[in-house]
């Protein structure tokens, strides 16, 4: 799977949106762009994938770049239960391909 | 989204004992089936992918005789850790393959066990 790169840690205001990038510099053409979140001593939970078109779903939206190297998820309207570790996954989506996760960024809202 | 349930939720357990964590997939049937491991502010390791009613396939440095997985329904898979330590204590996660046409073969996780080692 390829490797993805998020910063440690980011800070955001209840209320505004939470932008979180992702770069997969190296991702190959069969793979897609998943995203996880953990919240302290859960497991994670599932947000949103994306291929190449830009998703949206009652979480949250996934913009991925042209060249595919990048995507952003986008919190809209972050709350304070939005605090969490975010993981960037990429992935094979057929066949029996596992998730590796990376270190995440872990997202703080604040009031 | 898909529901995976896992039970305990936390176990307390002797050195030299065995104990037994369930992961079940509720309400889709799961052929694959992975487990993790997740130290304290530490990302989760894949420890082995299970595969119903197969062997498991476990990651490098994994102790397969240590850590059994056994898969024998397409909605349960448990993992054992025996004779027990206390370098065991760790918060175990089991995730399950969902693979339809809605969900499109994401993996969905359970809520996790703690388990320590006294």
């Known amino acids: 799977d390829a490797k993805t790169t998020q910063p440690p840690s980011m800070d955001c205001a209840e209320g505004r949106a939470a932008n979180l990038p992702c770069n997969h510099s190296?991702?190959?053409?069969?793979?897609?762009v998943y995203w996880y979140r953990q919240i302290h001593s859960q497991g994670p939970q599932y947000i949103i994938h994306?291929?190449?078109n830009n998703e949206t779903n009652e979480m949250a939206s996934l913009i991925i770049t042209e060249d595919r190297k990048s995507s952003t998820l986008i919190l809209p309207h972050a709350t304070l239960r939005d605090t969490a570790v975010y993981y960037c996954?990429?992935?094979?989506?057929?066949?029996?391909?596992?998730?590796?996760f990376g270190t995440g960024t872990r997202l703080l809202v604040s009031p | 989204g898909a529901v995976v349930s896992q039970h305990p939720s936390r176990v307390i357990c002797k050195s030299g004992t065995s104990v037994k964590i369930e992961c079940r997939s509720l309400?889709?049937?799961?052929?694959?089936m992975f487990w993790y491991r997740q130290f304290p502010k530490k990302s989760l390791m894949l420890m082995a992918t299970?595969?119903?009613?197969?062997?498991?396939?476990?990651e490098q440095g994994v102790e397969k005789d240590k850590f059994l997985i056994n898969h024998a329904s397409l909605t349960l898979s448990t993992l054992t850790v025996t004779s027990a330590h206390p370098e065991d204590s760790s918060f175990y996660i089991c995730s399950a393959r969902h693979s339809d046409s809605v969900s499109g073969n994401t993996i969905y996780f359970g809520e996790g066990s703690w388990l320590t080692v006294v």
């Open positions: 994306g291929l190449k």
């Open positions: 299970s595969n119903e009613g197969s062997k498991a396939t476990y």
């Open positions: 996954i990429v992935r094979a989506h057929t066949g029996f391909q596992k998730l590796v």
């Open positions: 309400d889709f049937q799961a052929t694959t």
């Open positions: 190296t991702i190959s053409g069969n793979e897609y």
